[in-house]
């Protein structure tokens, strides 16, 4: 069984920072795509990050020059670094990953951009 893990979510004013880090773990044979979604209240979820194995990435318009997307393929990770957060970039992230050909989502983490 796969499992995605999120982490480092919380409270920050806006323009502040905040990554987040989503880990891959059970047993895998290979990972390819990894992404992140958010989901705000009343709306649909949408993507906002994804990075392929070797390293190209997507970035949605609504975040691009402030987000930025990595992964470590050693650890079976990924990252989100956010910078210059908006009140409306509050939202739950959630990591996706497509691992061994099925698709698997994390169980999300808050974000919240506030003063």
């Known amino acids: 069984q796969v499992q995605l893990a999120e982490s480092g979510g919380g409270l920050v004013q806006p323009g502040g920072s905040m990554t987040l880090s989503c880990a891959a773990s059970?047993?895998?044979?290979?990972?390819?795509?990894m992404r992140w979604y958010r989901q705000a209240p009343g709306k649909q979820r949408e993507l906002v990050a994804s990075?392929?194995?070797?390293?190209?990435?997507n970035i949605a318009d609504s975040v691009k020059g402030r987000f930025t997307i990595s992964r470590d393929n050693a650890k079976n990770t990924a990252s989100l670094e956010m910078n210059s957060l908006k009140p409306e970039d509050t939202a739950v992230y959630y990591c996706?990953?497509?691992?061994?050909?099925?698709?698997?989502w994390g169980q999300g983490t808050q974000v919240t951009v506030s003063s």
């Open positions: 996706y990953s497509y691992v061994n050909l099925n698709t698997y």
């Open positions: 059970g047993r895998i044979l290979r990972i390819d795509a």
């Open positions: 990075i392929s194995t070797d390293g190209s990435t």
